[in-house]
Structures are given as C-alpha cells and as structure tokens.
C-alpha cells in the first residue's frame, strides 16, 4: 500500500462524562525520572514534509484547554535546583531559512482570543523577567522584533500598551520604561522613531509624553537632550520641534506650568542660546513663517495679572565690558510692491486707573558729552509725499483735558540760550500750511478754546476782511458754497460736514433740508457724485455710525399722500457693458443680520404684491433667480429655504407653482428636486418628501408625463450604494381605521391601435444570489387574510399564464412550489389544478418530469 496504517486512542463515547486519556511515566525513586516524546514520523523524499504533531482541545460548549507546562521542584529540592523549563523552538534548516513560531489566540465571531506571555511570579525574591530577542547572525543583520497590533476591517487598529506595573509597596518607585538602541563601533548608532500610522481621508494619531503626577515632592522632568560629541570640529546634535505641514500648519506649543500654591511661582520659560568662551555667543532667532499671501506673526506678550501687576516685558540688549553695549533695533517688515510695515508703540488699557505711560529717553552721561539725541521722523519719498506726523492726546470724560507740551531743552549756563522750538511747515511748490484748532469747552459758564483766523495785514492800507455770509434778498437769498479744492492731474479737494461729538449726550445732527414753500412745491434734495469724463464716477455712501452697542438704523422712506410716493432702487444703465448690479446684504455679527421683504399692509383692500423677475433678454438667455442659504462650518446645519403660501381663514390659500417656461427650439427646460449631499461616512442623503395636504380627504399626488405624440416616460428608482444594501423603494396605500384601506394598482398603458403596455416586475441582479419578489395577500388578524389573484383578462384569445424558474448555467435550476397553507384549528386549503371548460374541445393538464441531455 501507500500509507501506512494508523493508530488511533480513545476512550468510549457517553450520554454524559467520558473518560481521560492520560499517558504518564513512572515515579523514580533515586534517579531521573522517565521522558514522554511525541514525534511525528520522517521523511527521506527531500520533496515531501515530515509529519505533524497536533494538539488540540476538544469542541464543546467551551473549548477545551491545552495546557503545556514544566515539571514542579519539590520542596526537598537540593539547593540551586531548578523548576522543569518551557521550550518552544521552530525547526533548523541546514541549508535555509528557519522555521517560524507562531502563537495565536482562537478567532471569534465577537472577539478574538488573547495570547499572555507572563514571567512567573516570586515570593520573596524578583519576579520573572519576559525577555523578546530576536536571533544573531554572522554575516547579516540580526533579527528585527516587530510588535504589531491587529487590524479592523470596520474599526480602528488595536492599541499597543508598554507600562510597569504599578507599585503597591509604600515609598518604592514603579519599574522604569527604558528604550536604547545598542552601541557600536565606527559607525552611527540606532535610531529611535516615534511616530504614528498615516491616515486617508482623517486626522493622523497624537503622541503624547507625560510624566505622571505626584502628591508629594517636584515633579517629574522631561528632558530633551541631543548627542554630544568629542570631536572639536563638529556640532553637537541638533534639537528639532516642528509641527505638522496640512491645510493650516500645525501649532508649536511651549508652556510652563501652572502654579497653586500660594509663595510658589508658575513654571518659567527659559530661551537661551549657547555660550562661546573664546568667540560670539549662539544667537536666538524668532522668525514668522513664510506666506504666499502674509507672512506669520511673531508675538510676544507679558502675562495677566488678577490682584497685582501683569507681568513685564523687558527688551534689554547685551553689556560689555570693554566695547559698545548692544543696540535694540525694532524694525517694520520690507515690501517690494506694498507699503513697509507699521511700527506701533502702546500702552494698554484700564478701566479704573491711568494707563500705562510712553516713556521715550536716552540715557544720562557722566562724560563730557552729550547725552543721545531722540530723533522722530518720517522716511523720504522720491516720488509721492512724505509720511506724517502726529501728536494727539485722548479724550478725558472728566477733568481737564490733557495737555501737548513741547518744550526745548533747559539749560544752566548763564551765557547761552535755551533750547530753539521750531514749528515750520514744509517748503515746496507751495508752502504748507499750519492748522491751529481750539478746543471744544463742555462745561456750564466755559469758554471754547478761542481760534484766530486773521486776514492779511497790510502796510499803507486796509487789512483784509474774513466773513462767510449769504445775503439777503427780496427775491431769492443768496447762496452759500462751500468748495473743496480743484485738482488738475490728481483728485479734488474733499468736502466735509461733520456735527459734534459729546461723551455723555448724543452727538450731534447733520440735517439738510430743501426750502419750504407756501403756494408751490417744497424744493429738492439731491446727493450725487459729479460725472466722469475718463475714469470710475465717484460713489454716494449712506451709511449710519459704528456702535459699541447696537449699531444705528439707516432708513430710506418715500413721503406719504393720497397715493404714497413709490420707492425707486435702480442700478445704472451701461452703454456698452454690462448694467450696474443691486446688492443687499445684511450686517455681520455673531448672527448674521436678516432681510426681510414686505408688501405694504392694506387698510382695506388686498395687501401689495412681491414681483421677482429677471429682465426679458433679446440675444443671450435672461438672468437666472438663484434663492439659496449660505454656508457653515459649523457643527450646525446650513438655513433653510421655505417657500409657502399664507394661510386663508375664510377661503382657500394660495397656491405654489413651480413651472419651466416655453421654449420653441430643443427639449424643454427641466424642473429637478434634490435632496442635499453629505460628506459624512456614517450619515444619509437628505431626503425629498412630497406629500399632500390634510383636510377632510387629504389630497392627491399625482405624478405624470404631459401627452405627446411620444409621451415622457415615469421613473421611479434610488441610488446604487458602494458599501452597503441598496434602498428600497415602498409604494403603499393609506391605512382606515373605519372603512376599507386604500388599494395599490400598477397598470400599464392602453394602446388603441398596437399592443397594451406591459408590467414587469424584476428582482434585483445580485453577485451571489439574486433579488426575490414576494407576493402577499394582506392580513386580518380576526378575519380572512386577502385573496392571491393571478389571471389574465378576458379577450377574443386569453393570454397564457407562465409560472417558471430560470435556467441555471452551472448549478441546479430553482423548484417551482405551489402548497396551501397550514391550519392550527381547522382543514388546511385544498390545492386545485384544472383546465378550463370549453363548448369544442377542453384544456388538458400536463406533468412532466424535466429532461436530461445535450
């Protein structure tokens, strides 16, 4: 024969225990005892495997265990002995590669098993150690130990946990975690990579190192410490920290931390670059990053304080001993295109106290020198003009308002001069002017601070007069004009009227009024910007003031008569391009501002009508009407759109018509309602529900094609799904609780002159197994369930009826089973099968067995 015979051991089978196989050596009294091998049998064929050696428990309710372990040591052990060793070795190969030992935990329809390796426990020495190496080499590199967690076909990856244990012992400290890498020679030791999986289409894993907190003592350090090196021509390693790159870079936090106890400070930061001691010390750079459109930000800012000061941001440069000390440079940023950036300098702001001073001060000498100068100025310009500059004091709710000074330096000698102040403007095709304003008074029995507008003075003659005043007259009064200044190549002179403002009150109006008449028409009032014979014309901006508040109200109203007066809003006409556009937009703010469109109210008749529609267009299509919400990001839905009729206490309301209008060329235009789309993996389409409204009887949904010569065609179906089951589509009559419930018909279409539309109704085609269709009559708990009807209608020749299975290219074809049902309490139905009568020749039936063949 070609194999062997078999050996096969087994106790008997039982209704209820059976019995142990137990394979056991004898006890030894002096010597070692007996060995038990297991060997599968070999092989010579180099071509074939040697046996195997399987154990496993038995099925059961439980699985049974197989349990494999050393011998005990008896307590009457000599001295150094030690307990039966584990031994668990895949098979040399003298020529390649090794066997593999593989430990598994069982699969589980809910959860896979477990694989515990644990070192053994001791009583009062150490206890056992778990020790993973990976196996040596000569020649090549030595085995790698991979630790891998398991994967989810519908989750996440499981997690890999490296922790001691914890200490249960009072003031003894948990085992330490160490990862090293091993030493070497003459070559760059091991790296060691931290970093987590990459994810598609989610945010990649954290990685977070953390000391654990005490309830006594400092806390523990984390410290970051790069490579030093003893060759004295190289750099010590380098520490590098770098957010990731994405959409938005990721952030790069460093902060001290928090301190709770009172006489304690919070945890500094200290940046400090490296010490040279024959050379210039290392230097500390803060940069913002790069940007195609701004560059970074770099901020630094003092903290808050609660009941004392907030803290203090020093800029101190470098002493020396011997040369200069270290100059402080603040400079704005360059610009190739744009303006340089703005240097600002300010204190911040209080509430309930002064805020905090500017002080701008060189420093004192002891030489025979003068102290530095403070220079203000602003850079030149070669082509446009020089920047200004401005000195101004805020405004004070009470007390006198703060003061300018300007004072030119004092001194003490007796011989000289003080300081020259000098406030010239500045020299150029024409001179520049010098602006000297009073100040406003606010208080009762006060004087405004005085201004002198004075005329030119003249030697041998009248000084010259200064007076704005419009005349009087019988007739018309005469005008008073005020004029911005004329420009040539640049732009006009700017012309504005602004009212008072007040700290506590309201500011003041700025009111313009057309002239009143008795007999005739009141006069106009007309904004409008001049006309432009090159360039843009100017704008007119209605605009009310910014509030800390609610933001003021700004109304246009037409006046009111028999007939009020119509309020016209039109954009500007173009003559060869396109008409001016008409925007309104709502304020921004936590809630964004609403618009809201009203006819007029009627005191009788009918309320106004709201028309919104696009202009007839002759050569291009006319404007589209787009109604739609705005966007979110966030965790919030978007608005919704509601289009709705008023409700009518007297008749019936309106109705909602969505209709496309007429075209003479093409198709005609399509009228589509789709649900919104969801980026979200676990979430749904939105859907579209169409439903008629309630009354007495509620009313109809009717979905049809128009009639044509060739008439459109209804379909009904849903969406393919890549992951899960197709959706269903439901067609369901309503329910009654008082009367018949409604029918569902599926009919198909009358032909008078060709043949009568058909209904077909088709399982879905499936991979593995094909859609069903389920006919069923309706159920009456306490009643007769529904009759099953399947005939065809009657005609000069009745169609046949054709009950059959599809024939099947590999497997068995499927049973055609026609049974009654089942009755509990009486005679189950009969099963009839009969021809039909006729006054020639009746039907016969035919049974036939299938055939077998080619």
Known sequence: GTTSGGISISTGSSSLTTGNVTVSVGVATLGNSGGVSIKAGDTIDPLSAAGEVNIAGGVGGSGGAVRISGGMATEEAAEGSTSGQLFLSGGDHPMFDGAEVSMNGGNGPVNGGNVLIAGGTGLEGDGGSLKLEAGETSVGQ???IDISS????????????ISSKASITEEVPS???????GDTTGAVSGSISLHTGTPIGASAGKINLAVGTGDSGKGGNIQLSSGETSDQGAAGGDILLMSGSGGGGGLVNVTGGDAVEDGLSAGSINLSAG?????????????GGDGSIDGGNVLVSAGNGVEGSGGVLNFTAGASTVGKGGSVEVSSGVSIDEGSGDLSFKSGDATSKPSGMIALSTGQTDAELPSGQVNIQTGDSSTAAAGHISLKVGEGATGQGGSVSVISGNTLDPEAAGGLLNVTAGNGGAGGQVHVSGGKALGSGTSAGEVLIKAGEHLNSHGANAKVVGGTGFVNGGDVTLDGGTGSDGNGGNLKINAGSTLIGAGGDVSVYSGSSAESDSGKVT??????????????LLSSGSSSSVGASTSVKSGNGISG??????GGSGSSEIGGSISMTGGAGIDGGSISMSSGVPTEGRSGAILLSTSDATSKPSGTIALSTGQ??????????????????TSAAGQILLKVGKGSIGDGGTVRIKGGETTDSSGSGGDVSVTSGAGSASGSVMISTEPASSSGDVVLSVGSSSFSSGGHISASSGSSSTSNAGDVSLKGGVSSSAVGGGVTLAGGVGAFRGGDITVSSGAAPMAESGMLSMVTSDSSVTGSVLVSSGAASAGDSGSVVIASGEALASASGSVFVAA???ETAGGGIYLSGGDVGG
């Open 142 to 144: 030595g085995g790698n």
């Open 150 to 161: 398991g994967q989810s076909l519908a989750a996440g990856s499981g997690a890999i946990f």
């Open 836 to 838: 039909g009568t006729s």
């Open 175 to 181: 085992g330490a975690v160490n990862i090293n890498t």
């Open 632 to 649: 979110t990001n966030a965790d919030q839905p978007s608005g919704q759109v509601n289009i709705q009729t008023g409700d009518s206490s």
């Open 275 to 287: 010490d040279h001691s024959i050379s210039n010390g290392g230097i500390i750079t803060l940069n």
């Open 565 to 570: 007066g119509n309020l016209i809003v039109s």
């Open 527 to 540: 904004i409008t910007s001049a006309d432009a014979l090159v360039g843009v014309a100017g704008s007119v």
